[in-house]
């Protein structure tokens, strides 16, 4: 390593969040931060990838990047298989966080809330939009269990398809979305000397509440 980690470091010009232009509620401004996100963040960075963070019964936290795939007034859509790692850690603990950063526009949002399983038509009807070896892939892969080598995953590939050979493949039980149901947003835009704007919204008693969060 050439550079001290203590050394690396940016400095944030970009524009403040003030108050003043923020919206009473968040996802009002959550679709207008995404929407720059789209249109500024380059490849490879993908606009809707996000850190997911749960927690599984013994109390240990465990990320990973996904990237959302719905976005409504009832909250945040994923899509996992529901045996996976993460599924069983929903399933113990159905409380979770999501983080996206925008490094270009130097922006990250934070959401934590409750998650529960979407219906199965919305599963169903987001699995038919998606590319027929991701869809094979969904009954292929036992996510998060340990295989062999990869030679053993290309089989289970290689079986599935021969399986599907003559007919569409349905989405499978173990499959689905999950939906955050959001309690609390914090939007963060970066500012000069780590003097941060952060714009808190917490949900109290059916009603958002807006508040400024130290740096």
């Known amino acids: 390593m050439t ?11 970009r524009d403040g969040l003030a108050e003043a232009k923020a919206p009473g509620e968040p996802f009002a401004l959550f679709h207008q931060w995404f929407a720059d996100a789209v249109k500024t963040e380059q490849p490879p960075v993908e606009a809707n990838a996000m ?24 909250g945040f859509t994923f899509f996992t298989n529901y045996d996976s790692a993460k599924g069983q850690q929903l399933l113990t603990n159905p409380f979770a966080a999501m983080t996206f950063f925008w490094p270009a526009l130097e922006r990250q949002v934070r959401i934590e809330g409750r998650v529960e399983k979407v219906t199965a038509k919305e599963s169903d009807d987001y699995y038919q939009v998606r590319p027929l070896g991701s869809r094979l892939g969904a009954w292929a892969s036992p996510q998060s269990r340990v295989i062999a080598d990869r030679e053993e995953l290309e089989g289970l590939v290689k079986a599935t398809e021969t399986r599907f050979s003559d007919t569409q493949p349905h989405c499978p039980e173990h499959w689905g979305g ?14 000069a000397s780590r003097l941060h704007d952060r714009l808190n919204y917490r949900l109290v008693e059916g009603q958002w509440l807006r508040e400024r969060l130290a740096p």
């Open 178 to 191: 999950y939906r955050l149901l959001p309690e609390r947003i914090e939007f963060w835009q970066g500012r």
């Open 51 to 74: 850190t997911l963070a749960s927690v599984d019964g013994e109390g240990r936290p465990h990320c990973r990047v996904l990237l959302l795939k719905g976005l409504d007034e009832r």
């Open 3 to 13: 550079q001290s980690l203590a050394d690396m470091r940016r400095d944030y010009t």
